[in-house]
């Protein structure tokens, strides 16, 4: 019963929300507002493309918060954490307004996903490109990533992520495909 009602359900959901569509807002400085309520709204776009047996066993958020199967909110007053899991360089934690993560279950160099929501007046290439160098320039203990990708979602949304090439490369096709006008900024072999 529930493989008849869940798409039927979902299929309302879609129709309703493309009817609120039409042109976005403007905040009072004259550019769009973010079609995201968060960073959690981020990935979950991101997840919510995957087919069900392309998802893989994650939890999100940080320690004390985590979420087992599905991204989770980020604490971003604890930096260490930002950059012991994620990747975010502490000299980055000022510039950031929101987080969120998802991480492969069993082992976070075989996936690691994160959403952040820059503050206004934060240097994309500089936030990418300190990110980017903090991530590769790590020590890798059980294992290392094949691949780290930097999206520009939009909004003043990054994402960032890390992990197995195959893993890595279905993130990147779903995260393009669910974020409308995406783009790599970056993508890069970890070695």
């Not at 998802?102 to 820059?118: D, P, S």
Request: net charge negative.
């Amino acid at each position: 019963m529930k493989k008849i009602v869940w798409p039927l359900v979902m299929s309302m959901v879609v129709l309703v929300l493309s009817g609120c569509g039409g042109q976005p807002s403007k905040t009072g400085m004259g550019e769009a507002m973010p079609e995201y309520e968060d960073a959690l709204d981020v990935l979950n776009s991101i997840t919510g493309v995957y087919k069900e047996d392309e998802l893989f066993s994650l939890y999100g958020g940080d320690q004390e918060n985590a979420v087992m199967d599905a991204p989770g909110k980020f604490d971003i007053s604890k930096s260490e954490e930002l950059d012991l899991v994620l990747g975010l360089p502490e000299s980055q934690t000022a510039n950031i307004e929101d987080a969120a993560s998802m991480v492969h279950m069993m082992n976070a160099n075989t996936f690691t996903g994160a959403a952040y929501r820059l503050k206004d007046g934060t240097d994309l290439d500089t936030f990418v490109e300190t990110v980017k160098s903090n991530i590769l320039a790590r020590q890798w203990i059980c294992g290392q990533p094949d691949t780290l990708v930097i999206i520009d979602a939009g909004g003043g949304y990054v994402v960032t992520a890390f992990g197995q090439a195959e893993i890595m490369e279905l993130f990147k096709t779903n995260a393009l495909s669910a974020l409308s006008g995406a783009k790599v900024v970056t993508e890069t072999p970890v070695s």
